[in-house]
C-alpha cells in the first residue's frame, strides 16, 4: 500500500497503465477507481468519519443513546410515504 495517498492523474494514469499490462484489463473502470480508491484513500474524509464517531462515543457518553431502531423506521418510512415493515 502506498503511505503517501495520490490525487495526482498522473499517478493514476499510470496505476490504471501497470493494470492493463499486469492482466487486470478485464476490469472494469469503475473496479479500477474502486481499488485506486482504496490504495490511495483520502485523509481529510477519515478525519470526517473519525470526527463523527468520536461525536457519537462523546454522546452516548453523555448519555444520549439515540432512538430505537424501529421508531426511527417508521419515522423514516412514514416520510417517504414507503410500506411499513412487515
Known amino acids: 500500500m ?3 495517498p495520490s490525487s495526482d492523474l ?7 497503465g501497470e493494470k492493463v499490462h499486469n492482466g487486470g484489463a ?15 484513500p483520502d485523509p481529510a474524509a477519515a478525519q470526517e468519519d473519525i470526527a463523527a464517531i468520536q461525536e457519537a462515543i462523546d ?20 416520510s417517504r410515504r414507503l410500506p411499513p415493515r412487515t
Not at 478485464?26 to 490511495?40: C, F, K
Open 2 to 4: 502506498n503511505p503517501q
Open 59 to 78: 454522546d452516548m457518553e453523555n448519555g444520549d443513546t439515540g432512538i430505537p431502531f424501529a421508531e426511527f423506521d417508521r419515522s423514516f418510512r412514514a
Open 26 to 40: 478485464s476490469l472494469s473502470p469503475e473496479e479500477v477507481l474502486d481499488e485506486w480508491r482504496i490504495l490511495n
Open 10 to 16: 498522473g499517478d493514476f494514469f499510470r496505476f490504471v
